[in-house]
Each structure stands twice: as structure tokens, then as C-alpha cells.
């Protein structure tokens, strides 16, 4: 049986970023607003590749949120000197903190499964849904 190669990193990098499938491209892989699907519906590959497998997801989103608290508190202050009120600096990293983790998690986990196979690419048959389905298309022909 055929196994399929890994895509460039070029190409596993934007398949990350745009919330696609970082072995076969394919779209629409979460359900509901937030929660990533187990596998690809194309070609069958498990986004968590191990137990625990999505802790860089988890760590990259931290990372991004925080970092983004960080810059409105700093902005913050520099727009609030001299007078600098807590309760009006504290309004903008609070919603930060609410909103963006959800908000970014699919991404986080997409683009954290496209760097761990730039690290570990593809093990044989770990993505051979669409490849079963294509031979079996091309023995019916």
C-alpha cells in the first residue's frame, strides 16, 4: 500500500494557519465554533498523534494571548500617563484574556499539528484515508 509524503514546510506552515488539514489541505475540520475535529474526514490522518499532543497548542495560544495582554496594558499606560486608572487600563486585557484563547484555539492546534510533522513527518499508514479511496476508484475503472 502507498503511504503519503509529508508536504513541504512552506506548505504544512499555511495549511496550520488557515485551519486546514496539514497533510491533505482539507477545510471545515472543526465542529461547532472551537472544538477541532479527531481526525481529517479526507484522509484519515488523528491530529493528536500522541497523548498530550496538543500541550504546544495549548502553550502557543498562552503565549499569544499573554503577549497581547502585555502590549494593551504597556499601550495602555502610555495612553493613560499620567494618570493612569486601574479599572480603566485592567477593561482591555480582561476581554483579551476572555476572547482570544477560544478564539484562536483551532488555529493553535492546526498549526501545532503542522510543526510537529515538520519534526516527526508521517509514519506509514497514519494518512491513507483519500489513498484507499483513490485505489479503490482507479480498481473500479
Do not use: Y
Not at 499569544?64 to 479599572?87: E, Y
Amino acid at each position: 500500500m502507498e503511504t503519503r509524503q509529508t508536504p513541504t514546510n512552506g506548505r504544512l506552515f499555511w495549511r496550520g494557519l488557515s485551519r486546514a488539514c496539514a497533510v491533505c489541505g482539507q477545510r471545515r475540520l472543526t465542529r461547532r465554533l472551537i472544538a477541532l475535529s479527531d481526525a481529517c474526514p479526507r484522509c484519515g490522518f488523528r491530529f493528536e498523534r500522541q497523548p498530550g499532543h496538543f500541550l504546544g497548542a495549548v502553550i502557543m495560544s498562552t503565549i499569544v494571548t499573554f503577549g497581547l495582554i502585555l502590549i494593551t496594558i504597556l499601550a495602555g499606560v502610555w495612553v493613560l500617563w499620567p494618570d493612569v486608572d486601574a479599572l480603566r487600563l485592567s477593561i482591555v486585557p480582561l476581554a483579551i484574556a476572555v476572547i482570544v484563547p477560544p478564539a484562536l484555539h483551532p488555529t493553535c492546534k492546526t498549526l501545532w499539528v503542522a510543526i510537529d510533522l515538520m519534526m516527526r513527518p508521517l509514519d506509514p499508514g497514519e494518512a491513507v484515508g483519500d489513498l484507499i479511496s483513490e485505489e479503490g476508484a482507479a480498481k473500479k475503472r
